[in-house]
Every structure is written in structure tokens, then in C-alpha cells.
């Protein structure tokens, strides 16, 4: 016995009569020869041979034509018109105005069709919603909404366009100070002293954690690969003293553009060999929007098609 | 003793209709006439000169005593009881200009008021008879209600550019199926203003649409939130008989597609379509099939293919190797095909096996 193969099937599939032909990947389909009214194609076989029509595109669908007018196949209509460019949007569930988080310059001669892509500038426990906007012919399409989603994770982050770092030992982020700058004026004449503020209003904080780089692991129940955490540990400190802005997040729901100040400080561990306790301040340096982020060289929009890496999203 | 001022300056007017000149007099005896001098400024000749009796502060001009295109001064003075007259007032120097036109050009007020985009660079033209330079100009936009939405900052096309002049304005981020209001101020070197009055327009445009779903998952390691969707976009092309690309497609009731005319010979999906798997669910829907024809034709790319052929009574699927050096084949029960009727082709290729099914719709 074979399994999968049926020398009495309904539809004669048996390996005695028929020769299996090994096809691996598909690329080109043609119609002709009659008047076509739909048609639709699904990389997923759970779906059964039922004369039920398609109602919408699913995640693994590969084609969809209605010849309704148009020779639309895909996922994104636009009459015809060449999708240039989409987006990924997102804002707070309570909140009106959509922050643009990555763009993707598209170009379906790629045959690229799944899209995936990691957002890295959030807050904990906030509630967020997505959305893709497509153009075409500088036209601004129609929104497809996600479900709403809260993001929950642990320790603190560091990240910029191309890294991501974790803290999560021994965290201790210390008071945060807001700094709003002011001068008491005491003049002679007067009983009470004249108060004058600058117009400065951002946060200054500093975070103390043990680095263990994220595959570093305790051999002999107390020691660490050295090597590897050195290696891991200097990646952190070059990142740390690049002097490039910064999104800071962490478990208490603080995300903020930094940029580090003053100096990082590495602490050897006196039992365990190799790892350290890192520390370092932080100062806030703007607002997180479309504009401050692409300022910063964090988000990337209207540009061409260089940074692009293997997936489609510049992220 | 008092003189009269004219109100300078004299904003630049056209000669063709008659013009009021305003002055200042006061502290001198009851005025009960003014007499108002012009002068053409090349020759000093001498082009209007008139009194008028009346108590008004003003001195009207009448239409056509001015020729357009022309520099002139005035001078004015004021005559009192018992023949007493004022010492002229200072020149005042003006120009007579015809009016001045501005046409927004790329409005489609043929069809309803239309522009076809959503971003739009307005074009209007300005025209002017006696060639007057333009100083500035600006555009303005109009909500549905004559609410002004947005000015536009000034443009200064340069004093060199002599009309006919090409003002320009890009506009972005207009709504679908709104009515909009665009006007068009210009204001030309010797101060003469025009506009081109608030003129309707109507965006309508298509705007591309994604029917995927994304979605959004939590990554606890990362801190961060994973994105995914499928969007493809996949355009077909009909070809005719000859190999030529088909531009305008016509459809049946915007329902069907009809590969069975003489000048459509097939549709390709091909930029854009892709599975890179072996196994999927095929379905299609059409009636009228030639029968002895190949319907769907999916290709690899060494040439392997998979072939829906109608045969006379039942649908058969075969399978190809490399440049059809093996065969393979499967077909659906026996039935009868019948025009006009719809049927769902189904095909599904499962370990490298296919099922094929044939169903009649019930309507």
C-alpha cells in the first residue's frame, strides 16, 4: 500500500496507469477558447472543489479575475493603473491622525506577494490599528484597516531603522527627569522673587541592565560563552556611541526619540565571566511623528528603491 | 490758501468706462465746481480738460475720454463763488489699461466641471491687450460652499514675461467627487488686479483599492508588532490572433469575457502571477467552450505545463513535463456541454495529483 496513491480511485489516479509529472512552481496562465465569467486560483488545498464562489482574497490566494470591466487579477485594483507606491500606516484606536510607519515603492514585476513587515516604534499596552494606503497615478487609494492590536512585551529597547537591542536583566530605569528650564529672580527691592521659564520640555532618564546577548547562554551552570557576549556587548556599545537618534521603549509604556548623552558605562560582572551591566542616559529629542522620524533617517518615505531589503518593506 | 489733493494713487482703470476721481479739499470757501486737467505724460499733450459744477468731492471721468495702454497725470482744482478758483492740486500720474483676462484652461467643463486626478497642476492663461507685465498672481481654493479652503502662496512670474502668460499651480490631496471652487487674482506691475472669477471644478478620479487583510501579531521577543498581507497586483492582457496586444478590451455587461471572437485570441496572466508550490485549487466559470479547444494553459517556467481541454462530452486535464516529453492525464465523468449554460471548472492538484471536477450552475 501507498499512501496517496489509488489503483481504483474515482478519477482512475492510479500509479499504474498514470505517470506522476513533478511540477515545483507556476508562473504564467492563459485562457481562451470560451466566454469566461470568473476565475480564481488558491495556493491552499483545504479549500474543496465546491461550486461556491469566491467572496474574498485569502492569504494564500494567487489569483482572482471577475472580467468586470477589467483585467484585474490581483489583491489591489486600480483600474488598470500601476500601484507606484503603498503604505503602512497606524494610530492609536482613540486617536484621528495616521502616522506613516513604512513605505514600499511596488513593483508587481517582482512577483513578489507576500509582504511582511516589523514595526518597531511602539508603546506597550497602547492599542493600535493598522492600515495600507496604496497610490497609483499620485492618487491616494482606499485604507484597509487591521484589527486593532496591543502590542505587550518585556524589558527595555533600543532600536533604530536597521537595529533592534534588548535589555531585559536587571533593569532598573531610574527616575525620569522632565526638564523644563526656569530662573528665580530675586531682586532687591521686592519681597517675592520673579520666576521666568524657557520653553525647553523634554525627558531626561537613564537605564541600568545586564546585557546577555540574546543567544548567550550559561554553560556549566556559571559560565557564559565570552567570546560570544564580547562580540554581542561591543555591537551594543558601537550602537550606543553612534550618535544617531534613537527609539527608546520600554515595559512602562515610555517609547521616545533619544539620543544617548553623557558616558555609557560598562560594568564587568564579578562571578560570571563575560557579561556586564551596561548603563547609560538618555534624552528625549522630539515627537514621535512622520516628520521627526523622517528627519531622523527612522522612517524612509518617497525615496527609491535602494534600502529596500529582501521582503519589499523598507523598514 | 488751501489747494485740493487728489486721492493718489489712481488704481489703474480702463478708459472704456467712465472713472471717479476722488480728492481732498477743505478750509477754503464752498466748492461749487471742479476743473480737472490730463495729460498724456510722453507729449504733455493736453488729452481732457473739463468743469464740472457739483458740490462732490469727486470728478468723474467719462468712458472713452482716455485711450487704454497710455500714461497720464492729473491735476485738479476748485472753483468757489464769485468766479474764485484754487491753485492746482500736484500731478498725479495713472495709467489707463484694458481689462485683463484669466481662463483656467485644464478644467474639463465639458463633462460636468471635471479634472481627473487627485493631485492637479492648475493652468490658467492670462491675456492682457497692451502686453502690461504681470507682478504677481495667486490662486485661491474653494470648498463646496464658497469657503476659502486655501491661498496659495505668491507667484512672480518676472517682469521680462509679457503676456500671454501660463500661470500654474499645483493642488494636491483633493477629495473624490467634491465640489471645489478655484479663483485666480493677479495683480500686473502698474497695480491693475483681475481674476478669473470663482471657477467650479469636480475631482473624479479612481482610487486604487486593496482587497487583502493584514494582520497585525504581537513578537514579545522583540517588542515589536509583525505585519502581514498579501498584495499583488496582476494585471491580465488579451492578445488577438495576430499576437498583438489587444488595447481596449471589451467586456459583456461588464460581466464576461468573450475569448471565443474571432480578434481575442487568449488572455495571459503572467507579470505579477506566481505560485511557487505544486499544489492549489483552480476554479473558473464560462460557458460557451469550443469544444476540442484548450481553455487554461498553466505554464512552469522549463516549459511543463497544465492543460484544461474541452473535449466533446467531459473536461481533460493534462499534464506535461519539460518541453511535453511526459504525459500525464485526468478528465471528469461523462456529460453533455451544453451553450449558454454555465459551468464551474474545477481543478485541484494535490501531491502532484489532480481532481478535476465539471458542475453545471444552477442560475
Redesign the interface.
Known sequence: MFIGYDFFGPLGHGSAFITPVIHDRYTALKVANAIYNELYMDGDTTLALTPERPTQWNYRTVAHAQFNGALEAGSVAANGAQIDEIRIQRRETNGLAWLDVATMKYDSSLGQNFYHFSDRYIKNHANYEYSLVPLAANITGHRVLSNPITPEFEGVFLADRDANYRLIYDIEVESIEHITANAVLEPLNSQYPIVVYGNSNYMKLSVTALFVSPSGEVVDGNHMNVKQENVARAALMDFLKNRKPKIYRDMHGNTKLVTIVDNPKEEPHSQIFGIAKISFSLVEIGPINTVTLTRTGLLQVWKGLEQQDATGWRV | MSRPMIIAPIETFSATVSKQIDFLYSGGPQAISSHLIVERVSNNAIVYNATISTFNLFHIIPANSLINGVEYRARIRVGGANNFWTDFSDWVVFKALSPATVVVTNIDTQNGDKVY???ILFTALYTQPEQEPLNSYRFLLYGSRRNLIQAYTDQFPGLQSSPPLTLTQQID?LENNQVYFLEVLTLSISGAKSTSGLVRFVPY??????????????????????????????????YGPDGALVSN?E??N???????RIDY??????????????????????????IG?????????DN?S?DVI?ASNRIIVE???QSKS??????TPVLTIRNNV?Y?I????????I???I?E?VS
Open positions: 486626478n487627485q493631485s490631496n478620479y479612481l482610487a486604487p483599492k486593496i482587497h487583502t487583510t493584514i494582520v497585525p501579531l504581537n513578537v514579545k521577543e522583540e517588542g515589536s508588532i509583525s505585519l502581514s498581507a498579501n498584495i499583488l497586483q496582476l494585471i491580465g492582457k488579451v478590451v467586456f459583456i461588464n460581466e464576461f469575457l468573450d475569448l471565443t485570441n487568449r488572455a495571459v496572466f503572467e507579470e505579477g502571477f506566481s505560485i511557487n508550490q505544486s499544489d492549489f485549487v483552480l476554479k473558473f466559470w464560462v460557458k460557451n467552450m469550443v479547444e484548450t481553455l487554461l494553459t498553466l505554464t512552469t517556467p511543463g497544465v474541452c499534464k506535461y513535463y511526459l504525459l500525464a492525464r485526468y478528465a454555465i464551474m474545477g481543478v485541484m492538484q494535490r501531491h502532484q495529483m481532481d478535476v471536477v458542475v450552475e
